[in-house]
């Protein structure tokens, strides 16, 4: 029995070792890698400036559902045909569920737009390519003259992609505006977007309203993120 106790004793012993040797190995990898002072680098201090990272694809995607969404609703004007009253149009499910979910999805859609485009400003106004940005800016927006118009507020309110983007981020009420080429007081008239958005809110306590054409914003955003795309 002793040679048996012996035998087992030195096998559980042999068993700790390699555990031990395995636990370590383990460890080793997962250990964090550590500067050459033997001590671990704090991710805070890696770079000078950390600004938010854009998705230029991301806003690229958002353009092109926003300009979809319009454009889809746009094509369901009426066109000032008068027909028969067993010939009226009765519209298919997608066509309801189109009806139904547009202007959410264009409200939620140039928010998103909005905080990205600003955020983008942000960032390249902080940027050491802020001189060459500002002027690629501004070429933009003297070539738009404006993207809509003021009926309430500041008269500038409409002439910068910022302010904007702001008006959108701020706005209290988000309304796009629709056309039919059917009389507009036939009850069976067909409506569409016509790419325009009314935006109102308030301002230090100052109320404001602009209308901002959508196609000339998402063609200035789409320009804006040009800047430093091939570097």
Same mark, same amino acid.
């Given at each position: 029995?002793?040679?048996?106790?012996?035998?087992? $004793?030195?096998? +559980?012993?042999?068993?700790?070792?390699?555990? $031990?040797?395995?636990?370590?190995?383990?460890?080793?990898?997962? #250990?964090?890698? @550590?500067?050459?002072?033997?001590?671990?680098?704090?991710? %805070?201090?890696?770079?000078? =400036?950390?600004?938010?990272?854009?998705?230029?694809?991301?806003?690229?995607?958002?353009?092109?559902?926003? &300009? $979809?969404?319009?454009?889809?609703?746009?094509?369901h004007?009426?066109?000032?045909?008068? !027909?028969?009253?067993?010939?009226?149009?009765? =519209?298919s499910?997608?066509?309801?569920?189109? =009806?139904?979910?547009?202007?959410?999805?264009?409200?939620?859609?140039?928010?998103?737009?909005?905080?990205?485009?600003?955020?983008?400003?942000? #960032?390249?106004?902080?940027?050491? /390519?802020?001189?060459? &940005?500002?002027?690629?800016? @501004?070429? *933009?927006?003297? !070539?738009?003259?404006?993207?809509? &118009?003021? %009926?309430?507020?500041?008269?500038?309110?409409?002439?910068?992609?910022?302010e904007?983007?702001?008006?959108? *981020?701020?706005?209290?009420?988000?309304?796009? #505006? %629709?056309?039919?080429?059917?009389?507009?007081?036939?009850?069976?008239?067909k409506?569409?977007?016509?790419?325009? +958005?009314?935006?109102?809110?308030? /301002?230090?306590?100052?109320?404001?309203q +602009?209308?901002?054409?959508? =196609?000339? %914003?998402?063609?200035?955003?789409?320009?804006?993120? @040009?800047?430093?795309?091939?570097?």
């Open positions: 029995m002793v040679g048996v106790t012996d035998t087992l $004793s030195d096998t +559980i012993s042999f068993l700790c070792l390699i555990n $031990s040797a395995l636990h370590l190995n383990l460890m080793a990898d997962l #250990t964090p890698p @550590k500067s050459n002072d033997d001590r671990m680098e704090n991710p %805070y201090w890696h770079a000078e =400036f950390k600004p938010h990272l854009i998705d230029r694809e991301e806003i690229r995607r958002i353009c092109f559902t926003l &300009y $979809s969404t319009i454009m889809s609703s746009m094509s004007q009426g066109a000032g045909i008068i !027909e028969e009253e067993d010939e009226q149009e009765c =519209f499910s997608i066509e309801l569920l189109f =009806f139904k979910m547009a202007e959410n999805e264009l409200s939620r859609n140039i928010l998103r737009l909005a905080l990205l485009i600003r955020t983008f400003d942000d #960032t390249m106004n902080r940027s050491e /390519q802020r001189a060459a &940005y500002l002027e690629h800016k @501004k070429k *933009i927006e003297d !070539e738009n003259g404006g993207f809509g &118009y003021v %009926y309430e507020g500041n008269e500038d309110a409409a002439d910068t992609l910022r904007c983007s702001n008006k959108i *981020i701020h706005a209290e009420d988000v309304r796009p #505006t %629709y056309e039919t080429g059917d009389d507009g007081k036939d009850p069976e008239a409506w569409g977007m016509d790419g325009m +958005i009314e935006l109102e809110g308030t /301002q230090n306590g100052q109320r404001w +602009i209308t901002i054409d959508s =196609f000339k %914003y998402l063609d200035g955003g789409l320009e804006l993120i @040009k800047f430093g795309e091939d570097e």
